[in-house]
């Protein structure tokens, strides 16, 4: 395995117990995956902590998703929960600075699980537009984002608490594939489908307290999933 990196960017303190593997050199990049006229390719990786970060003058949002069932499609809806998440200059250049972010995206994934995710189109969406496919039949899911750059670091709700996970976007395969791993990872789950938002979202807690275990987190070391 190769050795943990350490970049000078903030994160959570705890140190994972062994090196973690790369993403890089466990799971390939899709090949095939094109931007189209609206869509974009999504890169991301991402790493499981066991607890949240501390405290940190870093915006943090309320994210609501709400991925609709027999679709492909994710109804978002993102709340500031600090001044400086609601502040202009903390990342919305849209009018309404305090208000929610709506948006609803359509998410193609890519042929097999990996740092390429797959192609993505987001359209922003009013509020009355909103509440037209709110009403949708679909599962949810909760949490609060924190935003800790290059990272943004997920502390999940009920009944998902405990778990936190980290990730990073990137313009392009360069950049992603030479992102370092972040200080104090448990491991990364970028290869692991069971860690992106759609499975999370079908999954119950015992599902959940399953697949923390395998990586070493436990109820008494994962995060209360409050903050």
Same mark, same amino acid.
């Given at each position: 395995?190769?050795?943990?990196?350490?970049?000078a960017? +903030?994160a &959570?303190? @705890?140190e994972?117990a062994? %090196?973690?593997? =790369? #993403?890089?050199?466990?799971?390939?990049?899709?090949?095939?995956?094109?931007?189209?006229?609206?869509?974009?390719?999504e890169?991301?990786?991402?790493?499981l902590?066991a607890?949240p970060?501390?405290?940190s003058?870093?915006p943090?949002?309320?994210?609501?998703?709400?991925?609709?069932?027999?679709?492909?499609?994710?109804?978002?809806r993102?709340?500031p929960?600090?001044?400086?998440? +609601?502040? &202009?200059g @903390?990342?919305?250049?849209? %009018?309404?600075? =305090? #208000?929610?972010?709506?948006?609803?995206?359509?998410?193609?994934?890519?042929?097999?699980?990996?740092?390429v995710?797959g192609?993505?189109?987001?359209?922003?969406?009013?509020?009355a537009?909103?509440?037209?496919?709110?009403?949708?039949?679909?599962?949810?899911?909760r949490?609060?984002r924190?935003?800790?750059?290059?990272?943004?670091?997920?502390v999940f709700?009920?009944p998902?608490?405990?778990?936190?996970? @980290?990730?990073?976007?990137?313009?392009?395969?360069?950049e992603?594939?030479a992102?370092?791993?972040?200080r104090?990872?448990?491991?990364?789950?970028?290869?692991?489908?069971?860690?992106?938002?759609g499975?999370?979202?079908?999954?119950?807690r015992?599902?959940?307290?399953?697949w923390?275990a395998?990586?070493?987190v436990?109820?008494?070391?994962?995060?209360?999933?409050n903050?």
């Amino acid at each position: 395995m190769i050795p943990q990196h350490r970049p000078a960017s +903030a994160a &959570p303190s @705890a140190e994972p117990a062994e %090196p973690i593997v =790369s #993403a890089a050199s466990t799971c390939s990049a899709a090949p095939g995956v094109v931007p189209g006229k609206y869509a974009r390719v999504e890169r991301e990786r991402r790493f499981l902590f066991a607890a949240p970060p501390g405290a940190s003058h870093g915006p943090v949002h309320r994210i609501t998703d709400r991925y609709l069932l027999g679709t492909r499609m994710r109804l978002r809806r993102v709340e500031p929960l600090s001044a400086r998440a +609601a502040a &202009p200059g @903390a990342g919305n250049d849209r %009018p309404g600075l =305090s #208000a929610p972010q709506l948006k609803l995206t359509q998410k193609i994934p890519a042929d097999s699980p990996g740092p390429v995710q797959g192609l993505l189109t987001n359209t922003y969406l009013s509020a009355a537009e909103y509440e037209v496919f709110a009403v949708l039949p679909a599962r949810v899911l909760r949490k609060s984002r924190h935003s800790v750059p290059p990272l943004g670091i997920d502390v999940f709700e009920p009944p998902l608490h405990g778990l936190v996970l @980290a990730e990073a976007e990137f313009a392009d395969d360069a950049e992603m594939h030479a992102f370092e791993v972040p200080r104090g990872a448990v491991a990364e789950v970028t290869c692991d489908p069971r860690f992106t938002g759609g499975s999370l979202a079908a999954a119950g807690r015992g599902e959940l307290l399953a697949w923390l275990a395998e990586y070493g987190v436990t109820p008494e070391t994962a995060g209360n999933g409050n903050s």
